[in-house]
């Protein structure tokens, strides 16, 4: 899209799969193999793409071979830049979890990692307690004393809480595991998609109460009310209690309009397929949704959770529900 405006400029892809015979000819040995045909020259001979395969470096390649500057708007970045300096106020913060990218500029795998590791800032940016940040640790001899740097890019987790040991993350470098690791130690439920996952906001013993509802006669539902209503009041938090309450809410609706439920999930589906629902409103419309689809029988049940998981769970849904 870069050079979309440059009419001597063709950014093309070849399902080398489904036409081998066009792989062969060009000695594709793997996936992705970029070459670079030059205006004018020898189409039988085209040069290898050896450098970095994130947007800078394509865009810098294309411009350097064709002298046109590329039009791209970069998104904003959620990654927090780090120095030695900044380091300890941001990665020893005993109220986030940080994962922080040790990394070198002249780094290949670094290179690769970098488009990755932006989309993971992203996953992340409604979540308060969370950071994703990096470190150029390339000639930093302080930060390599202090901690196991080795080679680059290294990844160290600094999970919130007083005196907890850093975690090395040694498993796969795509977004999908990232994610997950992130999950695991700072208590969240995103998807790669940035949303939340049909967990959230869920209670495991108001779950149960509202799968016997569905089902339940109107002197039956009465008593499900109440029941749900202490369960509600025992909750150790405002985020808790703030999730309990919808389940109320739906609840008591429910007495008087059965379909409610349907009703309403179709409404706020309908709203966030219309874009209407800005980044920070959309982890309150996820929750609505996955507490209805417990009443509408759409959910499976949730895992049990350590405490402290449940009370971050989504601790970005601020508005009402």
Known sequence: AGFGHAKDIVIAEVNADDHRDLGTKFGIQGFPTLKFFPKGGDVKTPEDYTKGRDLESLSD???EKTGIVPLIKKPASYVTALDYAKFKDVALDESK?????????????????????????????????????????SDDSKIKGEYPIQG????????????????????????????????????????????LDQSAGRLEALDA?????????????????????????????KTQAKFAKYYLKVM????????????????????????????????????????????????????VKKEEEEVKAADRAKDEL
């Open 61 to 63: 390649f294309v411009r």
């Open 252 to 303: 008591e609706k429910m007495a008087s309009a059965s379909d409610f439920a349907s009703k309403e999930a179709e409404r706020l589906s309908n709203i966030v397929k219309s874009g209407a629902v800005s980044a920070s409103k959309l982890d309150g419309f996820t929750i609505r949704q996955n507490v209805l689809n417990v009443f509408l029988g759409k959910s499976e049940p949730v895992e």
């Open 97 to 137: 979890f940080v994962l922080v990218e040790f990394y070198a500029p002249w780094c290949g795998h670094c290179k690769t990692l970098a488009p990755i590791y932006e989309q993971l800032s992203q996953v992340f940016q409604n979540d308060d307690n969370v950071v994703i940040a990096n470190y150029d640790a």
């Open 209 to 237: 109460i509202a799968r016997k509802y569905i089902a339940a006669s109107k002197a039956q539902r009465t008593k499900l009310i109440a029941k749900a209503k202490a369960t509600a009041d025992k909750a150790k938090d």
């Open 152 to 195: 680059f890019p290294t990844l160290l987790a600094f999970p919130a809480g007083k005196d907890v040991e850093h975690i090395e993350y040694d498993g796969s470098r795509g977004l999908e595991d990232l994610v997950a690791f992130v999950n695991e130690h700072a208590g969240t439920q995103r998807t790669t998609e940035g949303l």
